[in-house]
């Protein structure tokens, strides 16, 4: 999180930076040369328009500001193909992690499912309904984590997402209830889908289409380990 945090303050150094020359640019251009200052500008004709009852008055409020971030070259530094090379080795490390583990919490209790079933007093039929629910919570995040993290950024998605994920982690492992674990392990699939669902447009952000055949197989790795904890859930069962 630190290490997002400092990405996040260098970026946005950067793109004020940028801003602030735009800016100067513009009022530079926007300046009148020493031939204009003695002309006055020219008059314009005014047609007055009587106001009636089925022509209300327009009220126009302030202009919305927007700030468009664009890629202006190869060597920019706001592009994060750009970043250092060891940056986005963290990067890709820790997303990989982050895959592993949150997809680990899909069907790390089916090694449990007995002593669960025990303690809610439930069949053990009706105990693999808590993975159920995690699966189905991580089909219906999905839906959402791709445009969300288009709108506010991959950063904060992932953050948000994770956090959220380890308050119902902790939920699913300290409810009384087979209720309450079920409820809970919906929501620990909700915010896992955001990992498991955007990782990939994480590695073409970073890297550029050659870079990317080294990079993929990483983050491959760690969803066919996910795939392969869910199959073991279900040769188990």
Known sequence: MMWSFIQYRSIGRQVKEEISRKNTKQHDEKQPS???????PPLERTTAVPLTSAQPTPIQGPKEE???VRISGDDDPLDPRNWPLISRC???????LLIFAQAWAGAAESMANTQASKAFHVGKT????STAMY????GTGSLFAGPLSETVG??????ISTLCYLFFVV??????TFVGQVFCRYFVGLFA????AINGSSVKDQFRPVKRAFVFPVIAWANVARMDQQSYFFKSY
């Open 193 to 196: 889908s955001a990992t498991l």
């Open 66 to 68: 927007r700030i468009f």
């Open 171 to 176: 939920g699913s492992a300290r409810t009384p």
């Open 126 to 129: 009706t105990e693999t309904l």
């Open 154 to 159: 991959r950063n904060p998605t992932y953050l």
């Open 135 to 138: 699966l189905f919570g991580v």
């Open 34 to 40: 020493k031939l204009e200052l003695g002309k006055s």
């Open 90 to 96: 963290k990067n890709i490390a820790i997303l990989a």
